[in-house]
Each structure stands twice: as structure tokens, then as C-alpha cells.
């Protein structure tokens, strides 16, 4: 059975920082693709950022130079360091795991407000 727990979300005030975790079970996790996505009410889910087995990171331009994406294979854990949060990152922020199949976690609430 395929898990990927997110944890990590919450409240912060803008130009604030938040870690967002998530932890893997049931894949092999080293040779997967794993990526964070985030959703607002009424629009599509939109990439984050995402990281390769091979450590190759790509990022959404709106979050460029403020968000870092990392990952600990012998933790089965992959990160999203956030920086410099602004009200328009509010939203639900998804693991996904991507390999010959796709996976996703149940998704966290990051609220940027003052």
C-alpha cells in the first residue's frame, strides 16, 4: 500500500517560512520523481517544484530563489523549504511521487496571512 504523509503546513505571516515535509512508504523511493504541487479553490493544481531520482530540481517560476525542494532517500522524505512566503502562495500543497505510476498524499494547508 502506497502512503506519502504530508505534515509541515500551517499559518504563517507573510515573508515568513514554512518546511513542508513528506514521508513515503510502500515504493521504492529513490528511483521516483517526487514533486509538490499546490491548489487554491477553483483552479487548477499547478507544480511546486519537483526533484528527480538523479537530484535534478525544477521550480515554478513564481517560486524561484524562495522555495528549495531536497529530498533524503534513506528517509524516504522529500522537502520543500519555503522562504519569503506571500499571501498569493496560500493554499493545499500535495506530495506526488511519479514514476511508471503517479501518487499523492492527502495535501496540507499553507495559509500566508497577517
Known amino acids: 500500500q502506497v502512503q506519502l504523509v504530508e505534515s509541515g503546513g500551517g499559518l504563517v505571516q507573510p515573508g515568513g517560512s514554512l518546511t513542508l515535509s513528506c514521508a513515503a512508504s510502500?515504493?521504492?523511493?529513490?528511483?521516483?520523481?517526487m514533486g509538490w504541487y499546490r491548489q487554491v479553490p477553483g483552479k487548477q493544481r499547478e507544480l511546486v517544484a519537483s526533484?528527480?531520482?538523479?537530484?535534478?530540481?525544477n521550480y515554478a517560476d513564481s517560486v524561484k530563489g524562495r522555495f528549495t525542494i531536497s529530498r533524503d532517500d534513506g528517509k524516504n522524505t522529500v522537502y520543500l523549504q519555503m522562504n519569503s512566503l506571500k499571501p498569493e502562495d496560500t493554499a493545499v500543497y500535495y506530495c506526488?511521487?511519479?514514476?511508471?505510476?503517479?501518487?499523492w498524499g492527502q495535501g496540507t494547508q499553507v495559509t500566508v496571512s497577517s
Open positions: 506526488n511521487g511519479r514514476r511508471l505510476a503517479n501518487y
Open positions: 510502500g515504493i521504492k523511493f529513490s528511483i521516483y520523481t
Open positions: 526533484i528527480t531520482s538523479v537530484l535534478t530540481t
